[in-house]
């Protein structure tokens, strides 16, 4: 799943989605395997799926879309020296990383999550959007 799809989805969550955690554990480099065990009562093979971090052995899956430390950390690994704020209230979060716009979601852990993949959407799209020069011309 690209940056820009991933924002999509993550624009429509109401509540965190661990699969969309998986999606973007993906992107970072946490990748997905099946362990084979034997269950000692039956003797059948039981495929249990298991993720390994980026740094290698097992882990759990942060859970970036609930969790506003885990989407740090998501935003860490993606820009590790970026700098950025997230609050929330009643109705949902926000969140903004360096230059970037501030995002709304309905966690702050979420938009945190939206705010980074925009940052890496940009970069990938060589800031075309971004130009400032055009934010002062005429439409």
Not at 106 to 133: F, H, R, T, V
């Amino acid at each position: 799943m690209t940056p820009r799809e991933l924002i999509h989805r993550l624009g429509t969550l109401s509540k965190p989605d661990r699969t969309l955690d998986g999606e973007l554990g993906k992107l970072i480099g946490y990748t997905r395997r099946f362990k084979v065990d034997i269950d000692p009562a039956t003797g059948e093979q039981r495929h249990t799926p298991v993720w390994d971090a980026p740094n290698g052995g097992e882990a759990r899956m942060p859970q970036f879309t609930k969790l506003i430390h885990d989407a740090h950390l998501l935003a860490q690994a993606l820009f590790p020296d970026s700098i950025g704020g997230a609050s929330w209230d009643e109705v949902g979060g926000a969140a903004r990383i360096d230059a970037g716009r501030y995002v709304t979601a309905a966690n702050p852990a979420i938009a945190i999550c939206i705010a980074a993949l925009e940052q890496m959407d940009d970069i990938d799209a060589g800031d075309e959007g971004d130009d400032e020069s055009q934010e002062d011309a005429p439409d």
